[in-house]
């Protein structure tokens, strides 16, 4: 059973690229890999997803590599706002129904 | 207009309680979740429901029993409750399942004295 692993928390400053790094042993070739970002007493909320190599959309982009062993969320030019815990989820798919394994969530703290 | 809702926003309540939380989605999604952070904020997954047919459960105590009278709604009721229910409960929706973006609730936190 596929396990994901994150560091546990992050420091950056205001206007640099952070780069979270997740992996998860025994994924199969066709699980999505998704990222979340959830702020104090809110719900989690979508960043991206990506099934191999690069997804980009507006606010991070996503690197898997060809093993699939791990995936990076990138966050460019960080701000005060993106103080947050990023938590990857991985499905895997099995026969008819699938399972959802979140990771333990990096802590991202964003210094001015 | 919110999009995924649950009440209460918080629940106190004492051991041996039975308590129901409820989630309403208005986004026309077929598929939803009910999760459970603890105090470490890790995110487990409790219960998935498509078109009101469960398709996931997980290991959870069977003083679990989610409820879905339609597709927009998914309650979750919790017998004999105990310390260790104590926790944040998030319910989510998404359009299909097995990894479509999931839209989730504000959470409910429940405390267990």
């Known amino acids: 059973l596929a396990k994901t692993t994150q560091p546990i928390s992050m420091d950056s400053y205001e206007g640099q690229e952070v780069n979270i790094t997740c992996s998860h042993n025994?994924?199969?070739?066709?699980?999505?890999i998704t990222w979340y970002q959830q702020f104090p007493s809110q719900g989690p909320r979508f960043i991206i997803q990506?099934?191999?190599t690069k997804v980009t959309n507006e606010v991070a982009s996503l690197f898997i590599p060809a093993d699939r062993k791990s995936s990076t969320l990138s966050l460019p030019r960080v701000s005060l706002s993106d103080t947050a815990v990023y938590y990857c989820?991985?499905?895997?798919?099995?026969?008819?129904?699938?399972?959802?394994?979140f990771g333990s969530g990096t802590r991202l703290l964003v210094r001015p | 207009d919110t999009a995924v809702s649950q009440t209460p926003k918080y629940l106190v309540t004492q051991m041996g309680n039975d308590k129901s939380i409820k989630c309403e989605q208005n986004l026309g999604h077929d598929t939803m979740y009910w999760y459970k952070q603890d105090s470490k904020k890790f995110l487990k997954i409790m219960f998935s429901y498509n078109n009101k047919e469960l398709i996931i459960n997980e290991t959870v105590p069977n003083r679990f029993s989610p409820k879905s009278p339609d597709k927009a709604h998914l309650n979750l009721h919790i017998n004999s409750l105990e310390l260790g229910d104590s926790a944040v409960y998030f319910c989510a929706s998404s359009l299909g399942g097995d990894g479509n973006e999931q839209f989730f609730g504000p959470g409910t936190r429940l405390t267990v004295l």
């Open positions: 025994n994924i199969a070739t066709n699980d999505y």
């Open positions: 989820l991985v499905i895997l798919r099995m026969d008819s129904s699938y399972k959802l394994i």
């Open positions: 990506g099934y191999k």
